[in-house]
């Protein structure tokens, strides 16, 4: 439908064509990077730039404390989010609270910079990657 009104509009089909080799591209890159995963992100409380109170999806990766969060659907356009730590225990989604990342879905709660706090989902078998270096509290370890 969208490649229609386009030609209708009177783009080329290369030019939509590029465009669209452009896009798969780089979200083959994307699921490239170390630690990837796919997700959906929100603002809880306070504000996060670039960020907003729904959820929306993209890929996330850690570099560090920073949190670098790919924004759907051309994903052409990263946030930063300094992360201080985590705000909550995780928690399953609700049904019909996130879409599109399958049945089991966790939902990682962290503190970001300026004292707001954002959720992060994704599908259970990549939690490890969700919490990136803040390691929940009951898989931590103590030296015996």
């Known amino acids: 439908m969208l490649i229609a009104l386009l030609a209708l509009l009177g783009v080329d089909l290369i030019v939509i064509g590029f465009l669209l080799a452009g896009v798969l591209a780089r979200r083959r890159w994307i699921r490239r990077q170390p630690d990837s995963f796919k997700g959906a992100i929100r603002v809880v409380e306070g504000e996060v730039a670039g960020l907003s109170a729904k959820w929306r999806r993209g890929y996330g990766r850690w570099v560090r404390d920073v949190f670098v969060w790919e924004k759907g659907p051309f994903l052409f356009r990263s946030e930063f989010v300094l992360a201080d730590g985590l705000a909550g225990p995780d928690r399953a989604a609700g049904p019909g609270e996130v879409k599109r990342l399958g049945k ?16 992060t989902a994704a599908p259970a078998g990549d939690r490890e990657r969700a919490h990136g270096p803040f390691l929940p509290p009951e898989r931590t370890t103590g030296a015996s």
């Open 104 to 119: 089991s879905v966790t939902v990682v709660s962290l503190a970001v910079e300026g004292g707001a706090r954002i959720e």
